[in-house]
C-alpha cells in the first residue's frame, strides 16, 4: 500500500525553525520526485520545494528560497524540508506528495505536480505566530 506521512508541524514564532518529514512507504524514492507543497486558508496550494533523489534535480518557489532546504534520505526513504527564518505568511497547512513524471527538464523551473501528483499525503499544519 502506497503512503505518505506528512509530520513536524507546528506552532513557531517569527524568524523560527522547523523541519517537516514525509514518510513514504509501498514505493521508492528513487522512482519518484517528492513534492512539498501548501495551502492557506483562502489561498490557492503552492508548490514549495521538489525533489529527484535520483538525479539531485531541485526546485524551489521563489517565496522560500534560501530560506527552505529540501533533501531526501533514500535508506529511510524519507524526504525533509528544513524550515528557517519562518515568516508568518509561512503559515499554512503543508503536503507532501510523489509526482512519477517530474524530472531534470523541470528542475528549478516548476514545481511538483506539473504533469500531475501520483499520491498526496496527509497535511501537517505549520503556524508562524508570536
Known amino acids: 500500500e502506497v503512503q505518505l506521512q506528512a509530520s513536524g508541524g507546528g506552532l513557531v514564532q517569527p524568524g523560527g525553525s522547523l523541519r517537516l518529514s514525509c514518510a513514504a512507504s509501498?514505493?521508492?524514492?528513487?522512482?519518484?520526485?517528492i513534492g512539498w507543497f501548501r495551502q492557506a486558508p483562502g489561498k490557492e496550494r503552492e508548490g514549495v520545494s521538489c525533489?529527484?533523489?535520483?538525479?539531485?534535480?531541485?526546485y524551489y518557489a521563489d517565496s522560500v528560497k534560501g530560506r527552505f532546504t529540501i533533501s531526501s534520505d533514500n535508506a529511510k526513504n524519507t524526504v525533509y524540508l528544513q524550515m528557517n527564518s519562518l515568516k508568518p505568511e509561512d503559515t499554512a497547512v503543508y503536503y507532501c506528495?510523489?509526482?512519477?513524471?517530474?524530472?531534470?527538464?523541470?528542475?528549478?523551473?516548476?514545481?511538483?505536480?506539473?504533469?500531475?501528483?501520483?499520491?498526496w499525503g496527509k497535511g501537517t499544519q505549520v503556524t508562524v505566530s508570536s
Open positions: 506528495a510523489a509526482d512519477s513524471a517530474w524530472d531534470s527538464s523541470l528542475s528549478g523551473l516548476r514545481p511538483c505536480g506539473y504533469y500531475g501528483v501520483n499520491y
Open positions: 509501498g514505493f521508492s524514492l528513487e522512482d519518484y520526485a
Open positions: 525533489i529527484r533523489s535520483g538525479d539531485g534535480s531541485i
